[in-house]
């Protein structure tokens, strides 16, 4: 499309036939939209690896078996470290549907990880903020066996990961005790400040029914003390009620000295897209988080 008569908007890294698919699902979030996202993007993925590389599987970081993580390792040591923490609407998810992400960050220099976490019902906020804090611990303590450089740790995550993660960097109670060694994080399309009546699917089901405790557990009131530079990202086709959570975490952040993190709009993606395509063809959105963390690398 045209805009004022102007050169043509291109789509963020996206095949024209693949961003027709993704229009024609609308703004939605539901399972129908899930498999079909995941079945357009199923071929494009790439796990390619650089010479000497290998992968890590279940790492244990914990007693629950959620509380597993993969670690791409890198040959040599000193490599900087790229965790990333997956969405799945807080009751859902798993490692193993972005397995390409750890790989992506490989190819890129930086030893990849993805970690699990505890799930809802059955485990409730604090519980995804404490297991990413406690598997960032535990990859700042051991990650040099696999070459990784514990004082060099980056953090991307997604939907309800980047709930967690949001959680963890910007909330005292939660910051890891590794938090220094943190250099930045780009968080996508999460859940920032709790509202009674958000629309957002499952967000009772982790943060409770009590709307007296939503504002002490919303991320977004701790984000204005925190000197992490944080690169954010929307995608055009999401529900209206993840506008409204970048906005309100980008409000705080734009608090701090220096003014309003660096933000994507993610132009013809949907929810899933971005993670799902990252590293494949096309691609654009890894190297706008790669050129960002190497600012801090």
Same mark, same amino acid.
């Given at each position: 499309?045209?805009?004022? @008569?102007?050169?043509?908007?291109?789509?963020?890294?996206? /095949?024209?036939?693949?961003?027709?698919?993704?229009?024609?699902?609308g703004y939605v979030m539901n399972q129908e939209l899930?498999?079909?996202?995941?079945?357009?993007?199923?071929?494009?993925?790439?796990?390619?690896?650089?010479? =000497?590389?290998?992968?890590?599987?279940?790492?244990?970081? $914990?007693?629950?078996?959620?509380?597993?993580? /993969?670690?791409?390792?890198?040959?040599?040591?000193?490599?900087?470290?790229?965790?990333?923490?997956?969405?799945?609407?807080?009751?859902?998810? /798993?490692? @193993? &549907?972005?397995?390409?992400?750890?790989?992506?960050?490989?190819?890129?220099? &930086?030893?990849?990880?993805?970690?699990?976490?505890?799930?809802?019902?059955?485990?409730?906020?604090?519980?995804?903020?404490?297991?990413?804090?406690? !598997?960032?611990?535990?990859?700042?303590?051991?990650?040099?066996?696999?070459?990784?450089?514990?004082?060099?740790?980056?953090?991307?995550?997604?939907? !309800?990961?980047?709930?967690?993660?949001?959680?963890?960097?910007?909330?005292?109670?939660?910051?890891?005790?590794?938090?220094?060694?943190?250099?930045?994080?780009?968080?996508?399309? =999460?859940?920032?400040?709790?509202?009674?009546?958000?629309?957002?699917?499952?967000?009772?089901?982790?943060? =409770?029914?009590?709307?007296?405790?939503?504002?002490?557990?919303?991320?977004?009131?701790? !984000?204005?003390?925190?000197?992490?530079?944080?690169?954010?990202?929307?995608?055009?086709?999401?529900?209206?009620?993840?506008?409204?959570?970048?906005?309100?975490?980008?409000?705080?952040?734009?608090?701090?000295? =220096?003014?309003?993190?660096?933000?994507?709009?993610?132009?013809?993606?949907?929810?899933?897209?971005?993670?799902?395509?990252? $590293? @494949?063809?096309?691609?654009?959105? $890894?190297?706008?988080?790669?050129?960002?963390?190497?600012?801090? !690398?």
């Amino acid at each position: 499309s045209d805009r004022g @008569g102007g050169a043509p908007v291109i789509p963020f890294g996206l /095949d024209p036939a693949v961003e027709a698919e993704m229009r024609k699902m609308g703004y939605v979030m539901n399972q129908e939209l899930v498999e079909k996202t995941r079945a357009l993007f199923a071929e494009r993925k790439n796990f390619d690896l650089p010479p =000497g590389a290998a992968m890590h599987k279940d790492l244990v970081y $914990g007693d629950h078996p959620r509380q597993r993580l /993969d670690i791409c390792a890198l040959p040599g040591s000193g490599h900087p470290v790229a965790l990333f923490v997956p969405g799945g609407g807080f009751n859902g998810g /798993d490692k @193993g &549907f972005y397995s390409h992400v750890p790989h992506f960050f490989a190819r890129s220099g &930086f030893v990849g990880a993805a970690v699990n976490y505890r799930l809802a019902p059955e485990f409730l906020f604090p519980s995804g903020a404490e297991d990413v804090s406690r !598997a960032l611990d535990w990859i700042a303590g051991n990650v040099q066996h696999h070459g990784g450089d514990p004082a060099r740790l980056f953090v991307v995550a997604q939907s !309800a990961g980047a709930v967690h993660a949001a959680s963890t960097l910007f909330d005292p109670a939660y910051q890891p005790a590794c938090l220094p060694s943190i250099r930045a994080a780009a968080l996508m399309s =999460g859940l920032y400040e709790i509202e009674a009546d958000m629309d957002a699917p499952n967000a009772n089901l982790y943060f =409770g029914t009590d709307p007296a405790l939503y504002r002490r557990r919303s991320s977004a009131q701790h !984000a204005s003390q925190s000197k992490l530079p944080v690169l954010m990202t929307l995608a055009e086709l999401e529900p209206p009620f993840f506008a409204v959570q970048a906005a309100a975490l980008l409000r705080e952040l734009g608090r701090r000295v =220096g003014g309003a993190p660096p933000f994507a709009w993610l132009k013809g993606h949907n929810h899933l897209s971005p993670v799902l395509g990252m $590293g @494949g063809p096309g691609d654009q959105l $890894g190297d706008a988080i790669l050129t960002e963390f190497r600012r801090y !690398a």
